[in-house]
């Protein structure tokens, strides 16, 4: 069984701030682990993925997140938010035994104020 | 490569009416796999094919919804009888199977609106 907890359903942070999304799984097998954002009305796009490789991965538009084994923990983040950056984060688990499909956490809407 | 497409994007019914959605795939992808999105919350797996066989089927894919992939290449989803609680966004992924984990591309969705 795998699953994805998405620690805050919505973060607000000022442009030019940090940004962190948190991120917790849960899987039996060793799993891959992928952070998309869904613009609105867009379709999901891949930030990151993280496949049993470097710990730190580093993604699209400056994102990166760290994958923690003994936290079972797999955060977003970036130095300095953009306003572009305004849209939903998903958090998305698969197990790397024989099973395809993703699970997805609830999202995490990311408010940028200006 | 176009990217994952999907037709229609948008589709508003009547209950009990049946609705069919089609899905082109990022083109010599041979995996598609197909996704339910209600509001607030993330996507759901429904099911999927590795080339022209149905590999997987979620509970959620209750008798009223089928899917096909007759030739490996686009798919398509029914769901008959549409109920209310088939309100959603339908989301239409695909990959190409390598040897390690591969990753999926999502399209932008049809949006059912069951009245």
């Known amino acids: 069984a795998q699953s994805v907890t998405q620690l805050d359903s919505h973060v607000s942070v000022s442009e030019g701030t940090p940004v962190l999304l948190r991120c917790n799984y849960s899987?039996?097998?060793?799993?891959?682990l992928f952070w998309y954002v869904q613009h609105p009305n867009k379709g999901l796009q891949l930030l990151l993925k993280?496949?049993?490789?470097?710990?730190l991965v580093k993604g699209i538009n400056g994102f990166e997140a760290e994958f923690k084994k003994s936290e079972t923990s797999f955060h977003l983040t970036k130095p300095s938010a953009h306003m572009s950056d305004a849209a939903e984060y998903f958090c998305v688990v698969r197990s790397n035994f024989g099973n395809e499909k993703l699970t997805f956490g609830t999202g995490t809407r990311l408010t940028i104020i200006p | 490569d176009t990217g994952v497409s999907q037709d229609p994007r948008h589709k508003i019914t009547k209950r009990g009416q049946n609705v069919t959605f089609r899905c082109d795939p990022i083109?010599?992808?041979?995996?598609l796999y197909w996704y339910r999105q209600t509001l607030g919350q993330g996507p759901e797996f429904l099911t999927y094919?590795?080339?022209?066989?149905?590999?997987?089927k979620s509970r959620l894919l209750s008798d009223r919804f089928s899917a096909e992939r007759p030739k490996g290449s686009f798919s398509t989803l029914e769901i008959q009888r549409t109920e209310q609680g088939d309100s959603a966004m339908y989301l239409c992924?695909?990959?190409?199977?390598?040897?390690?984990?591969?990753?999926?591309?999502f399209g932008p969705g049809t949006r059912l609106t069951v009245l």
């Open positions: 094919f590795q080339n022209e066989a149905q590999l997987e």
């Open positions: 899987s039996s097998y060793s799993p891959s």
């Open positions: 992924a695909s990959s190409e199977m390598s040897g390690g984990p591969d990753t999926q591309y």
């Open positions: 083109s010599e992808h041979n995996r």
């Open positions: 993280y496949t049993s490789a470097a710990t």
